[in-house]
């Protein structure tokens, strides 16, 4: 069942209005029909969405290109290359790769990380957006903590009544930001 489109546009303008996001630049984690990263785009952003069902893909493109409304939809998982999930008693949890996992790869070694086939950089994106299962809430916020820059958002649709808005804090094992961005 897909978010509520008016729900979700009243979270993504408030914090656009806050000036919250530290970029204008936005990513819907398992787009689906694409709503939300039209309505992010309608509110200014450059809009990305991630699907990983081609027939989804296929509608969602169709409807933003019908609407006049620019987006890049791409056929893909918003796991990034060499991230997985793995299934465990309380849910699923995120498998981070063995290179950001050790201490001596530095940022330049490792170059900006980057979903296939897009140009910008995952520390580019200011604004996260998702509606995942349940089970892979914590997946979600656990990739937000691995992947996104410095004082990036999280809006994280849980029902159309629980909407809950995250910010990515420098802290404790923080990944090292690759374009030097600072709080
Ligand atoms: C609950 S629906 C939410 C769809 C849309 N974001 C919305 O708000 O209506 C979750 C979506 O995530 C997609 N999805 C699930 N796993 C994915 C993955 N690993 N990568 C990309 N999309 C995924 C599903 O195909 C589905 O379209």
Do not use: N
């Amino acid at each position: 069942m897909p978010s509520v489109p008016e729900r979700v546009f009243a979270v993504l303008a408030e914090v656009t209005r806050r000036k919250l996001p530290p970029t204008r630049v936005f990513c819907e984690w398992g787009s689906g029909f694409g709503t939300a990263t039209c309505l992010a785009a309608l509110l200014g952003y450059k809009a990305y969405g991630l699907e990983i069902d081609a027939e989804l893909v296929r509608r969602s493109r169709a409807l933003a290109r019908r609407l006049g409304i620019p987006v890049t939809i791409l056929c893909t998982s918003f796991l990034p290359a060499g991230y997985a999930a793995s299934a465990g008693v309380d849910g699923v949890a995120l498998v981070v790769p063995e290179s950001v996992r050790a201490h001596t790869d530095t940022a330049e070694a490792r170059g900006p990380l980057r979903y296939a086939g897009m140009e910008i950089a995952i520390t580019d994106i200011g604004l996260f957006f998702a509606y995942p299962w349940p089970e892979e809430r914590e997946l979600m916020l656990q990739l937000f903590e691995a992947v996104a820059r410095a004082r990036a958002l999280l809006v994280m649709y849980h029902t159309d009544t629980d909407i809950r808005v995250w910010r990515k804090v420098a802290g404790e094992g923080e990944l090292e930001d690759p374009h030097g961005h600072r709080p």
